[in-house]
């Protein structure tokens, strides 16, 4: 069905369309659908033909690969308002991640053969996507330097600074399971909670329960994600 929840609400929380008047809006939601997912349902597969832009209304969505003993390595977390599969825009090759809904979610379905003919139509949106797509090379050569260069605690430390930045708080709660958190991170669930221990041990972090951790020393955590 078409795209509905409210008045381009799946739109609106999305950066990459901010700022776009109200033609310009409805010309995109015109093309788009709305799917549900429950939780762990995988929403596509490497090796299936690109399909539509995919953005997240409500809920989470895991991106991950499989490597060649068939382990999962998780690559991103999406959450409301972020998006996947852009390269669906420009480039019809199979794709190469697995997405999987953590909880129940939907997603709003953006065509991408049509997307690209608004793109023709409305320069500033061609414009907005090229600058996301040229943030997330920069962001993804990052982590990868993160991974291969950086320490256990330092990936560690780094997680939690950026998770205290985006909840503004130093009163923190995870998003996903640590399962998740620690093939993010290129480390093992044990290796996690271990590090996690020690981090509290050393009066930098308070593990509480559940998914809550409060960061008590923010310097030495910025110190230890900079080490």
Known sequence: MQCNHSPHSCLHIVPLFQNLDTHQLQAISDISVEKHYSHNQIIYHAGDLNGPLLVVNTGKIKIYRLDIEGNEQVMRILHPGEFTNELSLFSKEPLQDYAQAIGECSICMIDGQLMQKIMVEYPLIALKI????SH????????LHSVVKGSVDQRLANYLVDLMTKQDSSHIQLPVSKGTIASLLAMSQETLSRRLKLF???GVIDLEKGKKIIILDREALIQKAMM
Do not use: G, V
């Open 136 to 143: 997330r090379l920069i962001e993804r050569d990052a982590i």
């Open 130 to 133: 090229t600058l996301e797509l």
């Open 200 to 202: 509290q041990e050393e």
